[in-house]
């Protein structure tokens, strides 16, 4: 690409351009990097209505990059940017909306409903508005988030079959914690019938991908049997992994189980383990291929 041609083009105020000759300011792919040159061109591709430039330019507000930090700008573009159809800016409005950045706050003793960083939410129906929007469009995270505020009943009417609806989305599309709490929703019979096998059978996905409260409650069904086979080998080979979190109730249960096991169950219980761990690095580089957020 020619800078000089593009750069005529954008002072010509093609949009698409512009924002093109920002994207080379901020590589230097032809030109000398300049975070101020991006932030120029892609605020005059975005004034235009150049989707991508609103989004990126909302970006740049939100991280401080070449401008100054400012949260409430960095929604405005996005907000542009949603209404056009952009899938990232609907997710992260959907952050932002729960958390409180660049929002006025409109309950502040409202608790938080994910632990991602400071403020408090504005409102969870904004949130729920806009991961809507980007379920809609296939995007996981949001499916999973949308999720999870129906299931505790934060902006919308509480509803555990919607929940689960959009938890299995998530899920079939490999997204470990959708997984692991489409298990306890079988599990304990919320928004699906009560299904031990199934419950077993998301633990058991979760659990390849080193999710470690699923290893646990996958341990402990092959423990008691429920859902799955009586197998103590099993049980005590994934409470192996799931202790590497560290959780003191995992620890208790796996010292217990190794009190009762004998050498012999311990030896063979080590090379499940091993078949184990070698099929989750298996699993881990397929999951590698799937992308699950912006």
Known sequence: MDPESISIRANAE????????GEMYLSGNGVEKNILET???WSRAAHHGHVQAQYDLGSLYSKGNGVKQDYATAVKWWTKAAEQGNINAQYDLGIYYCIGKGVQHKDEQASKLFAMGEGRPLDYS???KWWGKAADQDHT???FNL??????????SRDFAKAADLWTQAAEKGYAEAQYNLGDMYARGFGRKQNYETATSWWEKAAMQGHCRAQFLLSQMYFIGKGV?????????WVNHAVKDGESEIVAWRNSMSESLTRDQILESK???????????????????????P
């Open 147 to 156: 999720g999870t505020l129906y299931f505790n009943g934060t902006g919308v």
């Open 141 to 143: 995270p949001s499916q």
């Open 271 to 293: 090379k499940l383990y091993l078949e184990i761990l070698k099929n989750m690095s298996s699993k881990g580089n397929e999951q590698e291929k799937q992308v699950h957020s």
């Open 126 to 128: 904004l949130a729920a």
């Open 14 to 21: 093609d949009p698409a351009a512009q924002y093109l000759l």
């Open 39 to 41: 932030t120029k061109w």
């Open 229 to 237: 086979d009586h197998d103590i080998i099993a049980a005590y080979a």
